[in-house]
């Protein structure tokens, strides 16, 4: 049992290789929770792909022991966030189980928009912040300009940041007495009712569900019977125990401590974020505020390019579900592309990790369909429906009108590239809101359609910096615009899997930068095809793919003309009839071709 007063919960926050994970290696290693022949970079980062990425994608807790300078010997537990705007999820989620964080700053770097962000989340939770200046090591650091913006932007008090270089070492014991002394001491009673907060489950194939949960108030034990309040499932604890960062069976945890149970769970869905635990004799009576669900934001379709692999593609889908409560999926099918799975992310990082995951975990090659947002389609009868897919769209005639999701998103950057980023924000239909300074960098605001941001916004964004600027964005809410659904025709019959909604003005151009690649790619058949791009009705661009076409009058040399123009308009007849029957078969690289626009 450890005494309230000696235990202290903390996040570490930061922008994108800010050096998180390595000073939470350091942490680990210079209190000698793990030994140095066990050690290895980035140790809280489990999955390759993080590893091999160098990102944080789930956060992850560990337990520290640290005998401090004033002889009494500390609990610390630590969680490792991540840093990407996809994952700010998890961020938030972390910040509610502990009481403190340590903002990490790259000294080189500055403040960047993820830095923002995240400072900004640990502010809602109420916590206390000590800023810590990392890579000193490196020479370009500068530490008091850095201070000085932390000040200016975030408006902390950055006079007593701890200086850091994480990867040699220097400043890791001043990061551990401050901790100690400046982060406040968990509050709760032993005595009350428990009330426990879920802050993350996932699968393992041993042991079932592992919930990693904070204790508030009173004491769970082994063997106890618990219940969650949200849907009100009974489970059996078997065991409870704490990450160092190897699991470590213990008999009970008390309040103010972080680790986990198993309880013979065998789904995840039965153990929801943000739930409470309590007894089920004599429990709590009022839950936690626990957080809102993770809303995806992002959708596209995945489907299998071997359709005999569509079984395989569902059991993976559904394993990595268990994983990750934030991604979501149903089945659909597409004339084009076969069976496949609809599924919801929170941005295109997390897309792409996802498909990553598939593809190597399960050896699954997967087509992916073009990213699509949700948009609210209001009826003529007053009704409201959701739409996932520019496929499903209603009829025209019913349609009033329909609304897409904004966001408001901030960008750093240096002022030499300011122009440029004005000029992509305002190609993509961007309200600027407010344009400030920091220093040499500058500070824009912009009110943006989420469409126009999920397709390749951050791509063209680091590309018109030269890769300085930094981006961040949180959803505020819908509002109308004038949005048509474009349809492709190839051989007048619509292709659903190329389908996509854009804004009447851009129609145009969207829609003849998509035929003309078609063009490109679909082989020639032996019949003309036209590809069309329309809304509803109107055809607004076509292009004609020629017809392959055998020599029919080479036998008839000399002669009347008539005798050759009986053979052209014979085949002509035929290519009219091979033409109505005649299906076109478009290649599976030409639809991952199209769906990649403004190459």
């Not at 235990?7 to 390595?22: C, Q």
């Not at 409870?240 to 009970?252: L, T, W």
């Not at 920091?438 to 126009?452: H, I, K, Q, T, W």
């Amino acid at each position: 049992m450890t005494d309230l007063a000696h235990i202290r919960n903390f996040a570490i926050v930061a922008h994108i290789d800010h050096g998180k994970s390595t000073l939470a290696d350091r942490l680990i290693q210079s209190t000698g929770t793990v030994q140095d022949r066990d050690m290895k970079e980035q140790l809280l980062d489990a999955m390759d792909i993080e590893r091999e990425r160098g990102i944080t994608i789930k956060a992850n807790t560990v337990r520290i022991d640290y005998k401090a300078d004033d002889g009494e010997t500390y609990v610390l537990n630590l969680i490792d966030t991540p840093g990407h705007v996809d994952f700010a999820y998890e961020v938030s989620r972390s910040m509610r189980a502990v009481e403190g964080s340590l903002l990490v700053v790259d000294s080189t770097q500055g403040v960047e928009a993820q830095t923002l962000a995240n400072v900004y989340q640990a502010i809602d939770a109420d916590h206390e912040i000590v800023p810590v200046l990392n890579k000193i090591d490196l020479p370009a650091s500068d530490c008091d300009r850095v201070a000085e913006q932390i000040e200016d932007v975030i408006g902390i008090d950055a006079s007593g940041a701890i200086r850091v270089s994480a990867k040699t070492g220097q400043g890791i014991h001043e990061t551990l007495e401050a901790i100690v002394h400046r982060l406040p001491a968990p509050r709760g009673k032993r005595d009350a009712p428990l009330r426990a907060m879920l802050v993350d489950s996932w699968y393992d194939a041993y042991l079932g569900v592992i919930v990693l949960v904070r204790i508030m108030d009173g004491v769970l034990r082994k063997g106890e019977r618990i219940v969650m309040m949200q849907n009100r499932s009974v489970h059996h604890v078997d065991r409870i125990g704490v990450f160092r960062p190897a699991m470590q069976a213990i008999d009970e945890l008390g309040p103010g401590e972080i680790g986990f149970l198993t309880a013979s769970i065998k789904q995840v869905r039965d153990t929801r974020v943000g739930d409470t635990i309590t007894h089920e004799r004599k429990g709590c009576e009022k839950p936690l505020p626990g957080f809102k669900p993770a809303q995806p934001v992002v959708f596209c379709g995945l489907f299998p390019v071997d359709a005999s692999e569509f079984e395989d593609l569902r059991d993976s889908i559904e394993k990595l579900a268990l994983n990750d409560a934030s991604f979501s999926f149903e089945m659909e099918t597409s004339a084009a592309l076969g069976f496949g799975f609809r599924c919801g992310f929170l941005g295109l990082l997390h897309l792409e990790v996802i498909r990553d995951r598939i593809e190597r975990e399960y050896d699954i090659d997967l087509i992916t369909t073009a990213p699509s947002v949700v948009y609210h389609v209001f009826m003529r009868d007053g009704s409201m429906r959701e739409l996932h897919n520019p496929a499903d769209m209603p009829d025209l005639t019913h349609v009033d009108h329909l609304e897409e999701p904004r966001i408001k998103a901030t960008i750093l950057v240096p002022d030499d590239y300011l122009g440029d980023v004005l000029k992509l924000c305002q190609d993509r239909r961007g309200i600027q809101l407010d344009l400030t300074y920091a220093g040499s960098r500058a500070m824009v605001v912009y009110d943006l359609p989420l469409n126009e941001v999920v397709f390749d916004f951050y791509d063209r964004l680091k590309s018109v910096s030269k890769g300085y600027a930094s981006f961040d964005y949180q959803l505020t809410g819908y509002r109308e615009d004038s949005l048509v659904k474009m349809q492709i025709l190839v051989n007048d019959e619509p292709v659903d899997a190329l389908s996509v909604m854009v804004h009447r003005d851009r129609a145009e151009t969207r829609g003849r930068a998509m035929v003309e690649k078609l063009k490109d790619l679909i082989p020639r058949h032996m019949f003309k095809i036209p590809i069309q791009a329309a809304i509803g009705g109107k055809v607004i661009a076509r292009e004609t793919l020629s017809a392959l076409r055998k020599d029919v009058t080479a036998k008839c040399y000399g002669g009347d003309a008539t005798r050759k123009r009986k053979l052209l308009d014979k085949q002509k007849a035929g290519k009219k009839k091979m033409r109505q029957f005649g299906k076109v078969d478009i290649p599976q690289e030409a639809f991952i071709s199209a769906l990649k626009m403004d190459n």
